[in-house]
């Protein structure tokens, strides 16, 4: 009889960790999160709390794991030596380097979406300046990826779009072909790549088994998509702390601000708002929203037209680093207020999905929504007036489509090719 086994998940939001551990029948056997203790911006917040949430995973559970992979905030951009030191704070995957416009223009002549001054490139360039030496550049989900493995060697693609990887033509800007860039830049693999077992260090440190895989995951976005199994007419929108909306094509689509990311031998073109529920976190406590929700009548309109950003600049559905927040008059009344902003909220979905569409991909017969924001049935039933489509939440998390991603690679009747260990 064979043996049972386990794949883990590990989801890195903007707020904090969660693990999954499913089973060969893809069901949740295990979970638990954990809120970054000083924010997104440090790394030792990331390797801290997976830690802790591995450690506190039932022994008899550690004990069937086979194999584990990690999803991000994509764009999310850390300096670190060769040896996976950051040298400084990791740049938010919102944050603006309008200053690197010049030098963006200069590597990018032909424009494209990394020539944005909110692309990871831009924040590279911020890094370079800022540093002034040979460091390599990972992203969130590859920097614990490499932690995991005592060697920060790889890079996941999709992971790596913001930085100028091509999905298509597998190839890199031809600027950074420089040697002093490639130091810096990963080596890319697709996700779903089985890259080597787990550290004997870590193994040790977390209890895990020795020949734990580590497979290449995938952005926190994609990983919602799979936690949420679409059809192929599906869209997909994530409420997290930013608007994510995600689509299956059949070819990549070309436009600022879209995404093509290869998902487990498949397209997914897709954008990114900067806005979303942080918005709503600055205004309000979870509790407020609870209570100021159910006070709103969903078929009625606020009157407000407001356009709820947490800071200057947009990415998706506009791409403009100058666009400036719109949130007043504030009324009086504060679910008057919040009924306003989740409607202006829902106006930014429904233009990412016009969007999308404007630029070649079929309209969604319903939209599935995952992330925080999906739990809200009023926001539910306002964005389905707003988009004109049916809504079906999901409450699985990212980091159970993760894990997914894991399964899948210890599951394939081709045996992986590279089961070393790794040294830095």
């Not at 904090?16 to 911006?41: C, D, F």
């Not at 890319?188 to 077992?197: D, E």
């Not at 299956?248 to 806005?275: D, M, Q, Y």
Request: hydrophobic share 40%.
């Amino acid at each position: 009889m064979k043996a049972p086994f386990l794949a883990m998940g590990i989801d890195l939001g903007t707020s904090g960790v969660r693990i999954a551990l499913i089973n060969e029948r893809k069901e949740l056997i295990h979970t638990a999160q954990m809120s970054y203790p000083r924010g997104l911006s440090i790394c030792k917040d990331w390797e801290k709390c997976t830690i802790e949430l591995i450690q506190n995973i039932p022994s008899q559970l550690k004990k069937l794991l086979k194999a584990c992979a990690v999803d991000g905030t994509s764009g999310t951009l850390v300096a670190c030596d060769s040896n996976g030191a950051a040298l400084g704070d990791a740049l938010p995957y919102y944050m603006n380097c309008i200053e690197q416009h010049k030098s963006l223009a200069e590597i990018l002549p032909d424009g494209g979406p990394t020539s944005s001054t909110n692309s990871s490139l831009a924040r590279a360039l911020h890094l370079q300046k800022q540093f002034q030496q040979s460091l390599l550049f990972r992203h969130q989900a590859d920097w614990v990826t490499g932690w995991l493995l005592g060697n920060w060697r790889w890079g996941e693609e999709a992971n790596n779009l913001r930085m100028g990887w091509n999905p298509i033509s597998k190839l890199w800007p031809s600027k950074l072909y420089d040697p002093s860039w490639q130091k810096s830049l990963p080596q890319i693999v697709q996700s779903g790549t089985t890259l080597a077992r787990i550290s004997s260090k870590n193994a040790a440190q977390l209890g895990l088994p020795e020949d734990l895989l580590v497979i290449a995951g995938t952005t926190d976005s994609n990983a919602a998509v799979l936690s949420a199994s679409p059809e192929a007419d599906d869209g997909l929108t994530v409420l997290g702390s930013t608007i994510v909306v995600k689509r299956f094509v059949e070819k990549p689509l070309n436009g600022f601000g879209v995404t093509n990311h290869r998902l487990l031998n498949r397209w997914i073109c897709g954008g990114a708002s900067n806005s979303g529920g942080a918005v709503l976190k600055k205004l309000f406590s979870d509790h407020a929203i609870k209570e100021l929700s159910q006070q709103i009548d969903p078929e009625l309109e606020s009157g407000l037209n407001l356009r709820p950003m947490p800071f200057r600049g947009e990415r998706f559905p506009i791409n403009d680093p100058n666009l400036e927040p719109i949130m007043t008059p504030r009324p009086v009344s504060d679910s008057l207020y919040l009924h306003g902003i989740l409607e202006g909220l829902a106006r930014i979905e429904s233009e990412s999905w016009q969007k999308l569409i404007a630029l070649g991909a079929l309209p969604p017969k319903r939209i599935i929504t995952i992330g925080g924001g999906a739990k809200n049935p009023q926001w539910r039933r306002i964005r389905e007036k707003i988009t004109g489509y049916p809504i079906r939440t999901c409450l699985k998390s990212p980091a159970e489509g993760v894990a997914l991603i894991a399964l899948q690679a210890i599951t394939k009747t081709n045996e992986p090719q590279n089961l070393s260990r790794t040294t830095s």
